[in-house]
Structure formats: structure tokens, C-alpha cells
């Protein structure tokens, strides 16, 4: 079994357990693969969350502690890959880009390039729109939402077109939460149906495919899907979403057919935890989604070269995936 996105509270303040009991689960687990991707250091204070300013409010120091924990994770993710363990767990380490703006993205090239020699590959992610945090809380949507004209097409090309940007700098490896803009959308937003504008009149989202309503934000999609299919990137199914009670992971059906055909059908398993709960979560709804909503024939996940330091992704049939022992232990009673 594999996950390819992962965090801890050593490195993150919005993680919750210690890397060293985060991987020990996935060593518990029969993890096959498990991926070590604490986030990209962001270097300007308007995109610091809340729980990483000190309590004098102090910029510089916030930000380099950022830099600091990322450096020393980059050497505790060493120690972990180099170090046997019982199931043979296979560590890699990657990073996850939040792609806050261009700017960013450009800073996060350059970090991993400098640490080529460490870091495997990238999870590229989006977590802003219109620089907006979108999957901090909804308060903090709804701002986005606002910036983008309070329109929902607008909204969702913006979230598209800053994801191809982020795709163009980095090529990365893992594409993350591929429509992470859905954690907060409100099931009960009205929305006109030509033109996206929101209202208290029009049609209630939890009534339509959004990837499918706008031929503009499916363009923008496929655009996406086939450059990444160009220089051979794997899509997560992420099942962050499931346990935040969302009905499908990420990202959802509308847009897995629409990887299908337009990117080789190449999807990766992520559990995105935070903390050792988390670890593996959901993984037997992501199981029935694989199989009878997507119908895959395969998996892909990392593995590595001989050289231990560059990965590639490796195909897994389904009806073997269906039978890794990790089931086994997975649905044993607790």
C-alpha cells in the first residue's frame, strides 16, 4: 500500500503528531510506500496562517522559522528513509508547493533544485485563490469567492489557470488535491447557470457537475490533465476529503473520467495525514471508488532507482492492489 502526501506536527503547525509516530503507523500498517511531503516554506507574511506568528507578531522571525523547520525536516526525513524497519517500509521524501502565487512558485523551484541531492519529488498543490487561503475556513472562501466577483466560473478558472502556472514552473511528480477548491463550497450556493454569477436566485451547486457546467472551466481542465499527461505526472486520489465528510476524495468523479482520458488514467493514493489517525484513513472507501466508480485497471505509486535518489512511478493491476496484504490488517478488528 502507498500514500504519497503526508504531514506531521513537528513541521507544520496545523499537523498534530510527531514525524517519528506518524511513520511508525505506516510501519504498523504494512506500508509498502509512504511518502514524507511536509509544505513548501512560504516567505511572505501575508500568506502566514494564524498559528505560525509568534506572540510579539514578528515577521521575520515567523518566516524564518518556516525555513528552519523545513530544513530540519529535510534532515529527520533522512534519518527515517535510512533507517531499517520491521515492514520495510519504503520513505521517500518530496515536498508539497502551495503555489500561493507566482512568486512562490518560483521560490519553490528554485528550494528544490538546491536541494536536489534530498528531495525525491514535489506534490503540487493549489491552496489560494486570488492570494485567499481556500481551505482554511469559510470565512476565508468567501473572501475568495468575493475577489473573484463573487462568480463561481471566475473563481474556478482562476484556481485553473493559477494550477497550470504552478504545473508549467515545477512539473510535479504528484499533482495534490487536484480540486481542493470544493472543501468549502456550500452545498446550498445558488449560482446562475451562463454565467456563474452568485445570487439568491439561480441553481444550488449540489444540483451540478462544475467541471462540467462551463465548457471554459472544462477546457481549463483538460488543458491542465494534458500537460501533465505531456511530461508524465500521476494525479492523487486523496482521501483527505473523505475524512473531512466530503462524499467523494479528491478529486472527484467529474474530474477522475476526465483523467482517464486525457491523462493515461495515472493516479496515486494519498491519506494526507496530519497525525497518526490519519494515517491510511478512509482507505476503504477510496478502495470502492477506485474500483467501481472509476473502474481503474491500475495504481500507479513512486518507487525507487537504484541510485536512491530519483523515483519513477510503477503501474500495480487493480486485482492486485485488491489483494495487498495491507487489507488484511487494514480491516482486522481493532
Avoid at 502556472?165 to 451562463?194: A, I, S
Avoid at 474500483?291 to 500495480?316: G, M, P, W
Wanted: proline share 4%; net charge negative.
Amino acid at each position: 500500500m502507498h500514500s504519497h502526501h503526508s504531514h506531521s506536527g513537528d513541521y507544520i503547525a496545523h499537523g498534530v503528531d510527531p514525524l517519528e509516530a506518524v511513520t511508525a503507523q505506516a510501519v504498523k500498517m504494512k506500508f509498502h510506500t509512504y511518502c514524507l511531503t511536509e509544505h513548501m516554506p512560504r516567505f511572505e507574511a501575508k500568506y502566514l496562517y494564524p498559528e505560525e506568528w509568534n506572540s510579539k507578531r514578528d515577521e521575520s522571525a515567523a518566516i524564518a522559522k518556516l525555513q528552519q523547520d523545513f530544513q530540519n525536516f529535510l534532515d529527520h526525513a533522512q534519518r527515517i528513509k535510512n533507517r531499517p524497519n520491521p515492514s520495510n517500509t519504503k520513505f521517500l521524501i518530496g515536498v508539497e508547493v502551495e503555489s500561493c502565487d507566482l512568486n512562490h512558485i518560483e521560490y519553490a523551484r528554485r528550494l528544490v533544485e538546491e536541494n536536489r541531492g534530498v528531495i525525491q519529488f514535489s506534490v503540487g498543490s493549489v491552496h489560494h485563490i486570488n492570494e485567499i487561503a481556500i481551505d482554511f475556513n469559510q470565512i476565508e472562501w468567501d473572501r475568495a469567492l468575493a475577489a473573484s466577483g463573487n462568480n463561481l466560473k471566475t473563481f474556478l478558472l482562476a484556481y485553473f489557470d493559477l494550477q497550470y502556472k504552478m504545473l508549467r514552473n515545477l512539473q510535479p511528480l504528484v499533482v495534490g488535491h487536484f480540486d481542493l477548491y470544493k472543501l468549502f463550497l456550500p452545498q446550498d450556493l445558488r449560482v446562475d447557470l451562463e454565467t456563474g454569477a452568485c445570487g439568491t436566485s439561480g441553481t444550488p451547486v449540489s444540483g451540478i457537475s462544475l467541471i462540467n457546467q462551463w465548457k471554459e472551466v472544462q477546457a481549463a481542465v483538460v488543458r491542465n490533465l494534458q500537460y501533465i499527461e505531456k511530461y508524465g505526472g500521476a494525479i492523487e486520489i486523496n482521501t483527505s476529503a473523505l475524512r473531512k465528510k466530503l462524499p467523494e476524495p479528491y478529486p472527484g468523479k467529474d474530474v477522475g473520467l476526465l483523467v482517464k482520458r486525457h491523462c493515461g488514467g495515472r493516479f496515486v493514493l494519498s491519506d494526507d495525514a496530519h497525525g497518526v489517525a490519519q494515517v491510511g484513513v478512509c482507505y476503504d472507501q477510496a478502495l470502492n471508488y477506485i474500483v467501481h466508480e472509476l473502474n481503474l485497471e491500475k495504481i500507479y505509486y513512486l518507487t525507487e532507482a537504484a541510485d536512491r535518489q530519483s523515483v519513477r512511478l510503477e503501474a500495480v493491476p487493480i486485482d492486485q492492489f485488491e489483494s495487498d496484504a495491507f487489507w488484511r490488517l487494514y480491516r482486522a478488528p481493532k
